[in-house]
Nanobody, 122 residues
Framework: VQLQASGGGLVQAGGSLRLSCAASGRTFSRSYVGWFRQAPGKEREFVAA????????YYADSVKGRFTISRDNTENTVFLHMDTLKPEDTAVYYC????????????????WGQGTQVTVSS
């Protein structure tokens, strides 16, 4: 499975961005897909995840109420809509697929994309 993350960029605080994660090579419609982020000098941390049917979603406390994860299995794509962005959301965002248990844990995922940079200016 190859994952292509896109949609990052530079935005002012309070703005919005939508990240996309497109999978090719194999469908991931039967697994969790998650987003993680890594800021300079920090560990990669969980942001959001969604189950294969889209009926269950998971969010880090720091993004709850501001970010929304969704998926389109017909297009093999997962989206992360980010609203009310804050400077502390600045990081490289990675999508991950193939998770079959504990969707908030990095080690649960088999496939990782290359990351897309999100920069929020104050």
């Amino acid at each position: 499975v190859q994952l292509q993350a896109s949609g990052g960029g530079l935005v002012q605080a309070g703005g919005s961005l939508r990240l996309s994660c497109a999978a090719s090579g194999r469908t991931f419609s039967r697994s969790y897909v998650g987003w993680f982020r890594q800021a300079p000098g920090k560990e990669r941390e969980f942001v959001a995840a969604i189950n294969w049917s889209g009926t269950s979603t998971y969010y880090a406390d720091s993004v709850k109420g501001r970010f929304t994860i969704s998926r389109d299995n017909t297009e093999n794509t997962v989206f992360l809509h980010m609203d009310t962005l804050k400077p502390e959301d600045t990081a490289v965002y990675y999508c991950a697929a193939g998770g079959t248990y504990m969707p908030t844990i990095r080690g649960s995922y088999e496939y990782w994309g290359q990351g897309t940079q999100v920069t929020v200016s104050s």
